[in-house]
């Protein structure tokens, strides 16, 4: 975990060069262990973090805020939670967000990965904040791959950073929240500007599915969609597809990454909330069922 604040240092600085004004990291940023009962020991509380602890300081240092993936121990200590917080400018924890949807997957060829051996699911959904960028909304990864019925399933929208007016600058590194739209609909519903979906997507699912869902989640909703995605080798048995992207609520992509790179990077990119209204107000979408 320290190496990985290393990294994350690295990348607060690279967001302050290019006058960001927050800065999203991808799902499980303090660690991706090698299997359950690894990510079982692995876990601190956010008190006991030297990880979490690290980002708030600089968070408070650069008056930056940031949105991060993290795991939380559970009550009972026998799995944790994989969590999305919001750290503002003054480096408090003021928004949590518990992934709802658990991945559990088995691949013909490739990997086999069950969450929910040593993960906990989430109950509630996130109502949208704000934040010094707009009003955001919080879900992770898998996510966005659920279609839900029931429209009581509502998530914060994460909102790029403002610079001037309606415009943005937001660094972003490499979400499961996905493949479930109505999450992100309730969102909408809610005021959300900006839906976020910190990943750790797996290869053969990303080169299927990333960029279509993602692009599919921010025409429907007609918000931004900042997806920060981890990318490359973990641990031997785990490769993330990586891609970061930012698009836009037409659905064109303002700003992506590659998967490949052994440095930390960021993508920047200008969001103009306007065109968030415009697009809602020029194409109103009104749910009939």
Same mark, same amino acid.
């Given at each position: 975990?320290?190496?990985?604040? %290393?990294?994350? %240092?690295?990348?607060?600085?690279?967001?302050?060069?290019?006058?960001?004004k927050a800065?999203?990291?991808?799902?499980?940023?303090?660690?991706?262990?090698?299997?359950?009962?690894?990510?079982?020991?692995?876990?601190? /509380?956010?008190?006991?973090?030297?990880?979490?602890?690290?980002?708030?300081?600089?968070?408070? /240092?650069?008056?930056?805020?940031?949105?991060?993936?993290?795991?939380?121990?559970?009550?009972?200590?026998?799995?944790?939670?994989?969590?999305?917080?919001?750290?503002?400018?003054?480096?408090?924890?003021?928004?949590?967000?518990?992934?709802?949807?658990?991945?559990?997957?088995?691949?013909?060829?490739?990997?086999?990965?069950?969450?929910?051996?040593?993960?906990?699911?989430?109950?509630?959904?996130?109502?949208?904040?704000?934040?010094?960028?707009?009003? &955001?909304?919080?879900?992770?990864?898998?996510?966005?791959?659920?279609?839900?019925?029931?429209?009581?399933?509502?998530?914060? &929208?994460?909102?790029?950073?403002?610079?001037? /007016?309606? !415009?943005?600058?937001?660094?972003?590194?490499?979400?499961?929240?996905?493949?479930?739209?109505?999450?992100?609909?309730? #969102?909408?519903?809610?005021?959300?500007?900006?839906?976020?979906?910190?990943?750790?997507?797996? &290869?053969?699912?990303?080169?299927?599915?990333?960029?279509?869902?993602?692009?599919?989640?921010?025409?429907?909703?007609?918000?931004?969609?900042?997806?920060?995605?981890?990318?490359?080798?973990?641990?031997?048995?785990?490769? /993330?597809?990586?891609?970061?992207?930012?698009?836009?609520?037409?659905?064109?992509?303002?700003?992506?990454?590659?998967?490949?790179?052994r440095e930390?990077?960021?993508?920047?990119?200008?969001?103009? #909330?306007?065109? &968030?209204?415009r697009v809602?107000? !020029?194409?109103? #979408?009104?749910?009939?069922?």
């Open positions: 975990m320290a190496h990985n604040l %290393q990294q994350c %240092q690295i990348l607060i600085k690279k967001a302050l060069n290019a006058g960001a800065l999203f990291l991808p799902e499980a940023t303090d660690y991706i262990a090698g299997s359950p009962v690894e990510t079982v020991a692995l876990v601190r /509380s956010v008190q006991d973090s030297l990880f979490v602890k690290g980002l708030q300081n600089e968070a408070k /240092s650069a008056n930056l805020p940031i949105n991060v993936g993290i795991h939380e121990p559970t009550q009972d200590g026998k799995k944790v939670k994989n969590t999305l917080i919001w750290i503002d400018g003054k480096g408090e924890i003021v928004q949590r967000y518990q992934k709802l949807h658990l991945f559990d997957v088995e691949i013909e060829g490739g990997p086999v990965l069950k969450e929910s051996k040593s993960v906990e699911k989430g109950s509630e959904i996130l109502p949208p904040f704000e934040t010094p960028v707009g009003r &955001v909304g919080l879900t992770i990864c898998f996510d966005v791959c659920w279609f839900e019925s029931s429209s009581s399933l509502l998530f914060p &929208v994460c909102k790029p950073i403002f610079e001037v /007016s309606f !415009e943005l600058r937001m660094p972003m590194t490499t979400a499961d929240i996905l493949r479930f739209p109505e999450i992100n609909l309730a #969102l909408k519903r809610q005021g959300a500007e900006i839906i976020t979906f910190p990943s750790a997507f797996t &290869v053969p699912t990303g080169q299927a599915h990333w960029e279509a869902l993602l692009r599919a989640r921010a025409i429907e909703t007609q918000a931004y969609v900042i997806a920060a995605a981890q990318a490359g080798s973990h641990n031997g048995k785990r490769t /993330s597809y990586g891609h970061s992207i930012i698009i836009d609520p037409w659905g064109n992509i303002v700003a992506e990454l590659g998967g490949g790179s930390p990077e960021i993508a920047i990119a200008d969001i103009d #909330l306007g065109i &968030v209204e809602r107000k !020029e194409m109103p #979408l009104l749910r009939r069922t």
